[in-house]
């Protein structure tokens, strides 16, 4: 038996990810890369979240594959099912119904100021309801466990606020039962794209994949954005401005970092060789993704029992949850008799 996720002074943490497929370096630097460091601390539930993708273009026909290479994803980044739980949204029905119970409480207004909500509804001609309860759902996701911290990217900061006011309405309408769990949020703040759009992420197609390959990664490096002042090779150069330093921070060790800054800064480095640099050290921290994937990829049984731990783990704790849920909101009439 496990005795860190035995441990009852351990916090309770969860975060979620859509299945998009392969994780690619803006959700692995701006959120994964912590789920990792918080496996060791806390007792984590990490869900991968199916029935919020859903909404929008996903794909039926793709989504049990995307879901499994998201499994396979989080394994190879270093989750450790021995240290935590990964499991996977639609596992766990309880989420649901609760997600229903939340939705009498969460004021429609609230709903309809939500960033992700405003930017993603004006693709819509005819906007599904659930765009706009997504975040009911995630609220759902959350509390149902309990949890009291939540791993995310600094896009999620909000759904976090949306779901402490969800948990502060029900417990004072029904009586205390929910946390309000606190968005954890890495300090490298939101991951911009190569192409230097404001958010790097695989709908845009402005990152990199975890698994690719030196070539591939090379490709989508080589063309990033970085100080647009910056027109000839000796020109001195702004890294506080560069995209590609900032990669740099995320990634390279300190020593390496400083002789680039100084480098970059006198103009006697040029944006190329800055950026082959990158690549390399891209490519040597995916290696060991790239390996650990081809060993899940070849004992898949492997990973759907692991799956299946999880979600039983996952599901006697959210059983718990909703049975006390229900009580309180009055849904267990055989009670009275
Ligand atoms: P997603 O891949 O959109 O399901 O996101 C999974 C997690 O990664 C969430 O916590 C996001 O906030 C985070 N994330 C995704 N893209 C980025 C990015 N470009 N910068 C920082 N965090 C990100
Ligand atoms: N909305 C999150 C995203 O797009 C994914 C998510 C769903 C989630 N449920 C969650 C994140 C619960 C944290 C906790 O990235």
């Given at each position: 038996m496990n005795k860190r996720i035995e441990d009852k002074s351990r916090k309770r943490v969860l975060s979620g990810i859509q299945p998009t497929g392969e994780v690619h370096l803006g959700n692995y630097l701006g959120a994964l890369r912590q789920w990792v460091e918080m496996q060791d601390h806390y007792d984590c539930f990490y869900s991968i979240v199916d029935q919020h993708a859903?909404?929008?273009?996903?794909d039926p026909a793709t989504l049990p594959s995307r879901t499994v290479e998201m499994a396979i994803s989080l394994l190879s980044v270093g989750l450790d099912p021995e240290k935590c739980t990964i499991f996977v949204q639609?596992?766990?029905?309880?989420h649901l119904e609760l997600s229903w119970m939340f939705n009498t409480v969460a004021p429609v207004g609230d709903l309809e100021r939500m960033t992700q909500y405003k930017d993603k509804s004006a693709r819509y001609d005819s906007i599904p309801a659930g765009l706009l309860n997504y975040p009911i759902l995630q609220a759902a996701d959350i509390l149902i466990?309990?949890?009291?911290a939540v791993p995310v990217g600094e896009d999620q900061k909000q759904h976090l606020e949306l779901t402490r006011d969800i948990a502060r309405k029900w417990n004072a309408r029904y009586?205390?039962?929910f946390p309000e769990p606190e968005a954890i949020v890495p300090s490298v703040g939101r991951i911009r794209g190569?192409?230097?759009?404001?958010k790097m992420s695989k709908s845009l197609g402005n990152t990199v994949g975890i698994f690719s390959e030196q070539e591939e990664v090379w490709s989508g490096i080589r063309t990033a954005v970085t100080d647009?002042?910056?027109?000839?090779?000796d020109d001195p150069g702004r890294p506080e401005v560069c995209n590609v330093f900032s990669l740099h921070r995320l990634i390279g060790d300190q020593g390496k970092i400083s002789d680039i800054e100084i480098q970059c800064l006198a103009g006697s480095r040029g944006c190329v060789d800055c950026k082959k640099i990158l690549s390399d050290d891209v490519v040597n921290q995916f290696a060991p993704f790239r390996e650990k994937a081809e060993y899940y990829r070849s004992d898949i049984n492997q990973v759907l029992g692991l799956l299946e731990s999880g979600r039983d783990k996952a599901r006697k704790i959210a059983r718990d949850t909703l049975k006390e849920a229900r009580q309180k909101m009055g849904l267990d009439w055989r009670s009275i008799f």
């Open positions: 859903i909404l929008g273009d996903g639609s596992d766990v029905p309880e466990y309990r949890a009291e009586g205390e039962l190569l192409d230097g759009n404001k647009p002042q910056r027109i000839r090779k």
